[in-house]
Nanobody, 119 residues
Framework: QVQLQESGPGLVKPSQTLSLACTVS??????????WSWVRQSPGKGLEWIGY???????RDNPSLKSRTSISRDTSKNQFTLQLTSVTPEDTAVYYC???????????WGQGTQVTVSS
């Protein structure tokens, strides 16, 4: 079964860049037809999709976050990454990486990692 694991700093200062990596095991991020996504959840809110990078490296971002979002990948490490710039405390959330398999269906998730934006 494919496994995803988030990693990165749990604390980021306002105005700085949030950087996370998702390491994929038992599956390749270049396998046809999968989309590798970042999603977040904060208290009192539902899941918010951030963006994805697909199996050939094409990206798509949530329009509400697009100007601050950069998703990339390192195929040699079987990782994909998230950079969210100019963060504020409103970006505090649990961040998940997840695999999408057709029609916006998330079939695998990482365990999530808490990221707090604070001075």
């Amino acid at each position: 079964q494919v496994q995803l694991q988030e990693s990165g700093p749990g604390l980021v200062k306002p105005s700085q860049t949030l950087s996370l990596a998702c390491t994929v095991s038992n599956g390749s991020i270049t396998t046809n037809d999968f989309y590798w996504s970042w999603v977040r959840q904060s208290p009192g809110k539902g899941l918010e999709w951030i963006g994805y990078i697909n199996y050939v490296g094409n990206t798509r971002d949530n329009p509400s976050l697009k100007s601050r979002t950069s998703i990339s990948r390192d195929t040699s490490k079987n990782q994909f990454t998230l950079q969210l710039t100019s963060v504020t405390p409103e970006d505090t959330a649990v961040y998940y990486c997840a695999r999408m398999s057709g029609a916006w269906y998330y079939d695998n998730w990482g365990q999530g990692t808490q990221v707090t934006v604070s001075s």
